[in-house]
């Protein structure tokens, strides 16, 4: 039975569709949508910020009070983030993004504490108007003259209820056909980190640093972060056999000395236990740094592993699996995408562009390869690569839609945000693509691809002094296509009157033979 809505388009309606007078205790529906607004913005299990507890209660109000027709971006950017008059909602997409992540965040709710809710709160994609919804009945007594072939029926019904909830199991673990609706990413299980000392706070220390690494990972959304125990699992000669089995572990132990601990932290893969990278890390005790030095530990970590060109991508690209299914050609095309870019060759531009179309028309709410998808759309207009006959040309507008695409299906997707700012920088719209830059950064500075490509955009937009820290940070940090980065440091260099450092830069760029890179 589908759901009564009690709101038509505004004014408010009740079931009936007739026009309620809004405001007051006098309206029953209209309390009713309130009290259900408050049950919701005060529940310690409703996973939204504050800020979205704000925007939530601001637009149901709106229409509440019969100002529907209000609720736009311009009003809400204003009234509920603190916006200037001067708002822009084509350059900053503060309140599209935050939508995004309210509806998620409803959807959450009413799935888990809020499935018995009778009204249903929802924003429908494309609008900032809320929709509320009634849930049905419980369905009144079957007659006695048809619960006879009800009765008969009902063991069918039952059948294909459990057939079709079963779908979604078979489509994940059938072979062959339609295997998949997600990609073959990779699964790092983080274990626990063991406390050799086992004294005083280390057991503290352990805990909290094994948990701040976890949640510094998981802002790289093309790993999946998996909290565990390998040895409570099966054992390495089938881990790994299937796309949902974590293909790699993070382990690491904890040893306290005097006024300093020290992590000692490992990366194994799990088909033969093989240790495919190994770093320790030392942190000063002092309870004023002690919160400072666990983050600072916990990012370096989450850099090295998941950053493109990192440890995870590097095992992965080494990787040739035989006869390889659709899920994993899937991901190993933005794995072929970094290899391309890694040397901006216009010979591998065609196929990794075609694999990715192939991609998004496989798997067509994978995010990462519609970014990627667009940033080869904005590289093929740039570099003026041949345009190959068995393809339609590449465009900035189809670059913009990709990664609007991208940003659509995953708002915090670090590549579909980074594909935005460079699409719109491309299109000629510079403050709007390094407010998504700036957007993009605040969420995960761990991404050094992200960082130095703002901060080059940063630098050609005239702030030379941030934007070429960042891309010295990158260049740093990042072990990936150098040349990239050089080429923005040799301008940095130059426009700061190092005239010898420049020629450096510039010399090393030449000798990786990359074209030139705006």
């Not at 390889?324 to 970094?338: G, S």
Request: charged share 25%; proline share 6%; hydrophobic share 40%.
């Amino acid at each position: 039975m589908r759901e009564r809505s009690i709101m038509g388009s505004p004014p408010f309606t009740s079931a009936m569709g007739t026009p309620l007078e809004m405001g007051g205790s006098a309206n029953p529906e209209a309390e009713s949508v309130r009290a259900q607004l408050y049950r919701i913005v005060k529940s310690p299990d409703f996973d939204a910020t504050e800020r979205s507890r704000k925007f939530l209660t601001y637009i149901v109000e709106e229409v509440i009070a019969g100002r529907a027709d209000r609720i736009k971006a311009y009003a809400i950017a204003v009234e509920v983030f603190g916006r200037d008059e001067s708002f822009d909602a084509h350059s900053d997409p503060v309140v599209r993004i935050e939508a995004g992540h309210l509806r998620r965040a409803l959807n959450l709710y009413y799935v888990t504490v809020g499935v018995s809710d009778e009204i249903v709160i929802s924003i429908p994609k494309g609008s900032y108007v809320p929709k509320f919804d009634v849930r049905p009945v419980p369905t009144p007594p079957v007659p006695v003259a048809r619960r006879a072939r009800w009765q008969r029926a009902f063991p069918f019904a039952i059948a294909c209820l459990m057939a079709l909830a079963m779908l979604p199991w078979l489509a994940v673990n059938r072979g062959g056909g339609e295997r998949l609706q997600t990609p073959a990413l990779p699964r790092l299980l983080v274990r626990h980190f063991d406390d050799l000392t086992n004294a005083g706070n280390s057991q503290a220390i352990a805990r909290g640093l094994t948990q701040e690494i976890i949640g510094q990972i998981a802002k790289f959304k093309d790993i999946v972060t998996v909290e565990g125990d390998p040895r409570d699992e099966k054992g390495a000669s089938t881990a790994g056999s299937s796309t949902s089995d974590p293909r790699y572990v993070l382990a690491g132990d904890i040893n306290v000395i005097d006024n300093e601990f020290r992590l000692r932290a490992r990366v194994l893969n799990r088909v033969d236990n093989s240790v495919i990278w190994a770093s320790s890390y030392t942190g000063d005790l002092q309870p004023s740094k002690l919160i400072a030095t666990v983050t600072d530990i916990a990012r370096q970590v989450a850099t090295s592993l998941g950053q493109p060109y990192g440890v995870i991508y590097r095992a992965d690209a080494s990787q040739r699996p035989q006869s390889a299914p659709d899920d994993w050609q899937a991901y190993a095309c933005t794995l072929a995408y970094y290899a391309y870019r890694a040397s901006l060759d216009g010979k591998k531009h065609p196929s990794v562009r075609k694999c990715l179309e192939d991609a998004v028309r496989r798997f067509p709410n994978y995010a990462t390869a519609w970014a990627l998808l667009s940033q080869a759309y904005v590289d093929e207009i740039r570099f003026r690569y041949p345009i190959d006959p068995s393809s339609s040309p590449a465009s900035i507008d189809r670059a913009l839609d990709a990664a609007r695409r991208a940003v659509e299906l995953d708002s915090e997707n670090i590549r579909a945000l980074q594909a935005q700012m460079f699409a719109l920088y491309f299109h000629g719209e510079a403050d709007a693509a390094l407010k998504i830059g700036e957007q993009a950064l605040s969420l995960n500075p761990n991404d050094t691809e992200l960082v130095g490509e703002y901060g080059y955009r940063l630098a050609l937009a005239g702030n030379w002094e941030r934007g070429c820290a960042l891309m010295s940070e990158a260049r740093k940090r990042n072990p990936g296509p150098l040349a990239y980065y050089e080429s923005g440091l040799a301008l940095c260099s130059y426009f700061k009157g190092d005239l010898r450092e420049a020629a450096m830069w510039i010399t090393r760029r030449r000798r990786r033979r990359t074209p030139t890179i705006i």
